[in-house]
């Protein structure tokens, strides 16, 4: 018996990678699985819509289990709309989502084109809220409630030289997880989201990754435990979070304030020269 079993699940960007860990993890603990990939280069270039997908869909029927493969791209409602239906017609329900696609194009800002900015936008953020609106109305329908994991990453949380467009779109992820837990715990649907560190074909090449990773401190098979709990029945009380992984180091991110400074004895609003009198106790924590 699995924490999986019999759910079905669409996993995006499964072809290779930390995809490729949820699906195989997936299917082990007794999930149904839509192995989605477009099949491109990590920048999003190329591509023939399901040759990486269908190696995962072997693996998977190999040791057993059921899937099937998916060559749509993320990025409009309806490509999502199609890769949910895709999972409906292969095992006739949908009980979980997981949003991992994703591409890089980095770019200083002085230097991005219009394109490296919306290509990532949209396959990172426009990607995940529409197959995360398409799935939760058909969970909603089902009555059965579900479980949906977006990906963000620590470049949106904290900031990554380099990637403005990768980092507005993951910190975008960040706050649409927040508000659809809110939205879609009435249906029974939890929301959460992963910001993993992992060294993958996505990675491999950033400054520092390969000299200071090695696959078995940080590789994929560290963040699919964390998946496959938050789509199980033992993570139905967690909602609206935002997980780091790094190797074997798991936590949650936190959008905070700080103590701040509350003008006392005046009703009149702060001066410019009381500001700078008070910034280092205002960004103080």
Known sequence: MGCLDNKVAIITGAGGGIGRA?????????????VNDVGSARNGAGGD????????VGEITKSGGRAVANGDAVGSFESA??????????FGRLDILVNNAG???????LKMTPDEWSLVVRVHLKGTFTCLQAAARVMKAQGAGGRIINTSSSSGLLGNFGQANY?????GVHALTRIAAQELA????????????????????????????????????????????????????????TFGVEGNHVFTYR???SHGVTKRGSEKAWTVEEIEKAVERIVEW
């Open 167 to 171: 980092g507005a779109a993951k910190a």
């Open 49 to 56: 819509g399901s040759n990486s997908a269908a190696v995962v």
């Open 81 to 90: 709309e199609q890769i949910v239906q895709s999972a409906l017609d292969a």
């Open 186 to 241: 009435r249906h029974g649907i939890t929301v959460n989201a992963i910001a993993p560190i992992a060294l993958t074909r996505m990675t491999e090449d950033l400054p520092g990754r390969k000299e200071s990773m090695t696959v078995e401190d940080m590789g994929p098979q560290h963040i699919a435990p964390l998946a496959a709990f938050l789509a199980s029945e033992a993570g139905a009380a967690i909602t609206g979070q």
């Open 22 to 34: 949820y699906a195989l993890l997936f299917a082990q603990e007794g999930a149904h699985v839509l």
């Open 255 to 257: 959008m905070m304030t």
């Open 103 to 109: 591409i890089l194009r980095d770019r200083t800002i």
